[in-house]
């Protein structure tokens, strides 16, 4: 029996938008106003006091996004310096178990996991420079298989490989 062999949905490498300004720049300066805002109503809708010492700090909670979604900020370098080639002499490169953690963006939820990545070289990336690129993608709103389409799509599209399995 012969193999069926499906083509690669190709996921877009950054589908969100890239701000041309930083957060902490007048722009972002405002969406970040409006971020502490939208955390007070949130402390307000689960029951509490919003204006109560022990919450009044809602900026630690917009700090705490800015690194927790840091994979939106890649965007602007994009997956290509992740990528970078090196030399070896096999034929096959794998990693197994690269542990992530990211959002749901159905629930905004936290999940996590582990990725297996194999391609056919045709040029060959260290081991860590895949870990880091699982990293950037899981650093975003996501679904398992989103993910898992834009790790793939990067590595053929900046390598392009033999074939690619994520």
């Not at 720049?25 to 689960?46: D, H, M, N, P, Q």
């Not at 194999?118 to 899981?138: H, I, P, Q, T």
């Not at 599209?157 to 033999?162: A, F, G, T, V």
């Amino acid at each position: 029996m012969d193999a069926v062999v499906k083509p690669l949905r190709k996921a877009p490498l950054c589908d969100a938008p890239c701000p041309t300004t930083s957060s902490r720049s007048a722009c972002g300066g405002r969406l970040r106003a409006r971020g502490e805002a939208a955390v007070r109503t949130l402390i307000a809708y689960a029951g509490d006091n919003p204006a109560r010492e022990g919450v009044l700090e809602t900026q630690r909670v917009v700090d705490a996004y800015e690194e927790l979604y840091s994979g939106y900020r890649e965007c602007r370098r994009g997956a290509r310096p992740h990528l970078q080639r090196d030399r070896s002499l096999r034929r096959f490169r794998s990693v197994r178990d690269i542990v992530f953690n990211s959002q749901c963006e159905h629930h905004m939820m936290p999940f996590m996991g582990k990725a297996h990545i194999a391609y056919k070289r045709s040029s060959v990336v260290g081991l860590s420079k895949l870990a880091r690129l699982v990293d950037v993608y899981a650093r975003r709103l996501q679904t398992q298989e989103r993910l898992t389409a834009q790790i793939a799509t990067a590595i053929d599209e900046i390598l392009n490989p033999r074939g690619v399995a994520s």
